[in-house]
């Protein structure tokens, strides 16, 4: 069982910052992988990026450069730091982990947080 808390979310301008955390908990966490994604209204939900506690992030084309994925192991909290957002980012953020690295790929994971809103105003 892993519980992922996520929090950070609210309302930035356009070209604003954010970072939002995720609180992971739970057993045996370097069983798992981890990934952020998001989903806007009317969109299906997309990954952003994907980790092993253990290794570097694998960025989705459109994060790169504007969005960093890092993570406290000590404290077992991921984030997601949000930088030059646009009004196109506005979307429920999540965090979510699964023992397959494939499965998160896909969009699909065990353990979901109950995500954090993020709104961009232009």
């Known amino acids: 069982q892993v519980q992922l808390v996520e929090s950070g979310g609210g309302s930035v301008q356009t070209g604003g910052s954010l970072r939002l955390p995720c609180a992971a908990s739970?057993?045996?966490?370097?069983?798992?992988?981890f990934g952020w994604f998001r989903q806007a209204p009317g969109k299906a939900r997309e990954g952003r990026v994907t980790f092993h506690l253990d290794g570097a992030p694998t960025y989705f084309d459109s994060m790169k450069g504007r969005f960093t994925a890092s993570k406290d192991n000590l404290q077992h909290t991921l984030y997601l730091h949000q930088d030059s957002l646009k009004p196109e980012d506005t979307a429920v953020y999540y965090c979510?982990?699964?023992?397959?690295?494939?499965?998160?790929?896909?969009?699909?994971?065990?353990?979901w947080g109950q995500g954090t809103q993020v709104t961009v105003q232009s």
């Open positions: 739970g057993n045996t966490l370097n069983g798992y992988y």
């Open positions: 979510a982990a699964d023992a397959s690295l494939l499965r998160l790929r896909r969009n699909e994971a065990d353990y």
